[in-house]
């Protein structure tokens, strides 16, 4: 028997209809084994010797391949095509050969760029053994950010308290996120005006043109600074005729776009889709594992020959020889440090238009896959070609000359876009190129025609700021830099997310002030390693080791012979100096200007003492130098809630606002428990105050009043059970977030959920967990991992759980386990309604057992069953 190990059940599903019966194929799910997280894993003074470590789930699995390794008559290691796949296999076959399951039997290493049968089949007659340098480029990158975080995270703890850690990716792409952020903040708006007539044609056509040039002048976007010259230029126009100067009409080509990289596939699923980067990845994945597209982690744009040809076959039988270049595009990765290892993210085959899936793939699946099978095809196609006119136009009177442009743009042959649009980025109105104004269509006119004025339009503007970046555009940019490789963007967002430093609002990412603070601190102390061409370098030797150019222990040793020596200097420093460090560092952020034009530093409570960072119970806030005679103190951002300033009390408390409803006062305080929020105080007869802990996972330093109200609100009502006509409500228990009903308890995903739990939902949960054991003293019923639909028979959701024994599916009242090389993301519909068949088939004699004791046996008094946790929430 010939044993195939891959990374996903799912994988190994496929390649399993591939491979006749001497193939066995078992999934690894993933890496089997890390750097445990302390101190000592990767060792400097051992030549950086790695101590690795499997977890408990994997070494059960790895005892599970290892017994069928050892009567194999071949390993075949199939992990991905990259250099995280080359690792995987690695790791395995370390393990493997530790645990003495592979002595004589021959191991190969096979890859292939998408799951089909005949690239499956060809890897097989190609095996190669595990590539060296692609594993030594992984150790030394596995190294480097162990020693940055491991070493730079522990200067941060006792430099910056609050901070969780420092990256050596992370840390890089959190300062693009603040940088941006400091320079909205430094950005000070530009007036300016323009003017624009709309004119007529003689034959009536009617056309928009607007001023680019006054007494003799050229106008650019911005060159019309107030409203005084605005109105001259109209006084211009007023006084004088129209008249056509110039028609200039020249053909224009628009080439389509390259293939999909992992990084432009995110950017448009963002902008098309909606899809955070993560979940593009999570739905290109199962595209991938099931056959549908080529490997989805690549910065290459290349095409194989063999596809180049079908897509082209496809291009002549759907649109014709008008649509075909005469010879393949050929397309290059304009990324810094890419490299272009693999294929672009294209459809494994062309001719399965979107259309013949519908049905076979989930909604996601089919919008993905559609928008990459549609880029696919249009980087194939002939450009799309039109005429661009622009028509000046001369006004005005003798003394005050003005002149006016319009353009506008005609499609003359759609080519590529007849299949593809490239989405597009917000752009601000001030930072336009004319260009992107030439849409319209303009009516035919010719040089000396006269023209018909039918209103001036004269309007304020002002530039705006750049945009904050958005996942998709942090991530272009990452990749502009040579910042991080295809496997890492998602990963390195969701790090800068789970530490605090950064929040995803309305698709943007704003930095939070623990973020900044520790992006100050590392830029004021650390510079070298936050900068973006020092990461970039790094990336560029990593890609070197994996060619096998320059050793890997070499790069560890020259990286750490200067970094421990920048660490070490750092050991001396006071915490009074890192303070005013980031003083300086973000003081247009915490020391705005003051509307009196005063120093924005004085204190304004004491009038002679100087305000600082400090750090204390809270995290970190302003303070006045005059401490403890003057006990002034505000949070980083200088602006609270109703315009308080977020000051703090001599006695530790924060007055946060006041209750729009009671007229109380809202507080924040620390407790012997923690941080807590408070409304109004104790009264005269000894009530006391409504009080309400922060849950865990809340920062009591950025917490703000309509936080503290919710809080203080709990538990609040979620709406009527349509069955009793009794409040369900929700609230934060002991044990965690949940819903409750007439005694029920429900435990839901997130304390955020508690404040947003819809009707429908908490009924949905709290019928889950009576069905699943919610009488007293039975188990919470595990949240949904998936929600299948509903049950082609029967009606009501089909799920997919994970249980205390394992994975199943739901349905009702009935579960069914999932057979173990069954992955919980890869269930279909199909296959769970015939799991919980053939369970619901079983249950009745089960049942009928149960009630017919034996004469041997007799049945046993039940113990009464202890409360569940979500029961006591």
Not at 135 to 156: C, K, N, Q, W
Request: hydrophobic fraction near 35%; glycine fraction near 10%; charge should be neutral.
């Amino acid at each position: 028997m010939n044993i195939v190990i891959v990374e996903s059940p799912a994988k190994a599903k496929t390649i399993n209809k591939y491979l006749g019966s001497g193939y066995q194929v078992i999934a690894s799910y993933g890496h089997v084994r890390d750097l445990p997280s302390k101190n000592g894993s990767v060792d400097p003074e051992r030549d950086f010797a790695m101590h690795w470590e499997v977890d408990g789930k994997s070494g059960k699995r790895l005892s599970e391949i290892a017994a069928a390794v050892r009567d194999a008559d071949r390993l075949i290691l199939a992990t991905d095509p990259d250099r995280e796949g080359e690792a995987i296999s690695w790791h395995l076959l370390e393990v493997l050969r530790a645990r003495k399951a592979v002595k004589d039997t021959p191991v190969e290493r096979v890859v292939f760029n998408a799951i089909t049968k005949d690239a499956v089949l060809d890897a097989m007659r190609h095996p190669r053994q595990i590539d060296g340098d692609l594993v030594d480029a992984y150790l030394a990158r596995r190294a480097l950010d162990y020693l940055v975080g491991f070493t730079l995270s522990p200067v941060l703890w006792r430099k910056l308290p609050g901070a969780r850690s420092a990256g050596r990716v992370q840390s890089v792409a959190l300062r693009l996120v603040c940088d941006r952020e400091r320079e909205i903040e430094l950005f000070k708006p530009q007036e300016y005006w323009s003017v624009e007539v709309t004119l007529e044609t003689g034959a009536g056509g009617r056309f928009v043109a607007r001023a680019i040039g006054y007494d003799g002048r050229k106008l650019g976007r911005l060159d019309i600074p107030d409203e005084a010259t605005a109105r001259a230029i109209e006084a211009a126009l007023r006084s004088g005729a129209y008249r056509v100067a110039s028609v200039e009409a020249k053909p224009v080509r628009r080439n389509p776009p390259p293939p999909f990289t992992t990084s432009t596939l995110q950017q448009e699923a963002s902008r098309k889709l909606g899809f955070a980067a993560a979940r593009t990845m999570q739905v290109a994945q199962r595209l991938y594992e099931d056959g549908h597209i080529t490997y989805m982690r690549t910065d290459g744009v290349d095409i194989a020959p063999e596809a180049l040809a079908a897509i082209r076959n496809v291009i002549a039988d759907r649109h014709g020889g008008r649509y075909l270049p005469e010879r393949p595009r050929h397309y290059q990765a304009k990324a810094k440090n890419a490299q272009e290892a693999h294929e672009a993210i294209r459809p494994t085959d062309v001719s399965r238009h979107p259309s013949s899936l519908a049905g076979k793939l989930e909604g996601e699946q089919a919008r993905l896959y559609e928008m990459i099978w549609q880029r696919t095809v249009a980087c194939q196609m002939a450009a799309a070609e039109f005429e661009r006119t622009t028509v000046d136009i001369d006004a005005g009177d003798e003394a005050r000359k003005v002149g006016l442009r319009a353009t506008g743009q005609v499609e003359r042959f759609n080519g590529f876009l007849a299949v593809y649009q490239e989405g597009r980025d917000d752009v601000p109105a001030s930072r336009r190129s004319e260009e992107d104004d030439d849409d319209g269509r303009l009516p035919p006119m010719a040089a000396g025609d006269a023209l018909s004025e039918h209103g001036i339009a004269v309007e304020q503007h002002f530039t705006e700021p750049p945009p904050r970046y958005t996942e998709a555009t942090l991530i272009k940019k990452m990749e502009e830099l040579g910042i991080g490789r295809p496997s890492t963007y998602t990963a390195t967002l969701s790090v800068l997310r789970d530490r605090g430093y950064v929040r995803l609002e309305k698709k943007q990412l704003i930095p939070e002030d623990k973020g900044r603070l520790v992006t100050a601190f590392l830029e004021s102390f650390f510079e070298r390693y936050v900068e973006y061409d020092f990461t970039a370098d790094l990336e560029e030797k990593l890609d070197k080791i994996s060619n096998g150019d320059i050793s890997w222990k070499e790069v560890l040793r020259e990286f750490w012979r200067q970094f421990s020596e920048d660490v070490a200097e750092t050991s001396d420093l006071r915490v009074a100096e890192v303070l005013e460090a980031l003083n300086e560092l973000l003081g247009p952020h915490i020391f705005p200007p003051r509307a009196d034009g005063g120093d924005p530093r004085q204190c304004p409570s004491c009038g002679n003492g100087r305000l600082s960072l400090k750090l204390g119970k809270f995290g970190s806030f302003i303070g006045c130098s005059n401490y403890p005679e003057c006990r002034y103190t505000r949070q980083l951002a200088a602006t609270g809630e109703n315009g308080n300033g977020g000051e703090i009390g001599g006695d530790g408390t924060r007055v946060l606002g006041t209750d729009p409803e009671s007229g109380l006062e809202v507080s924040l305080r620390s407790g012997r428990f923690g941080p807590y929020v408070q409304l109004g105080e104790a009264g005269e007869d000894g009530e006391k105050p409504k009080r309400a802990s922060l849950p865990r996972g809340w920062e009591a330093a950025t917490l703000e009043l309509a936080e503290a109200l919710a809080l203080l609100n709990l538990p609040r009502e979620v709406g009527i059970d349509p069955e009793t006509g009794t409040p369900i409500t929700a609230g934060i228990g002991r044990y965690g977030p949940f819903v409750q009903h007439d005694g029920t308890y429900a435990n839901l995903d997130s304390v955020e959920e508690v404040f947003s739990v819809g009707i429908n939902r908490a009924v949905s949960l709290l019928a889950e967990k009576r069905a699943g054991g919610g009488r007293r003293g039975g188990r919470a019923t595990p949240a949904a991992l998936k929600t299948l639909g509903e049950h082609p028979v029967a009606g009501g959701p089909v799920t997919v759980r994970d249980g205390r024994y394992g994975p199943y599916v739901n349905h009702g009242k009935v579960n069914a386990t999932l057979p173990k090389d069954l992955a919980p993301d890869a269930v279909t519909m199909e296959q769970a309604v015939e799991l919980l068949a053939a369970k619901a088939g079983k249950a009745p004699a089960k049942r009928a057992a149960a009630k017919k004791p034996t004469a041997k046996s007799s049945p046993k008094k039940k113990a009464p069953a202890k409360k569940s946790t979500a029961e006591k929430g």
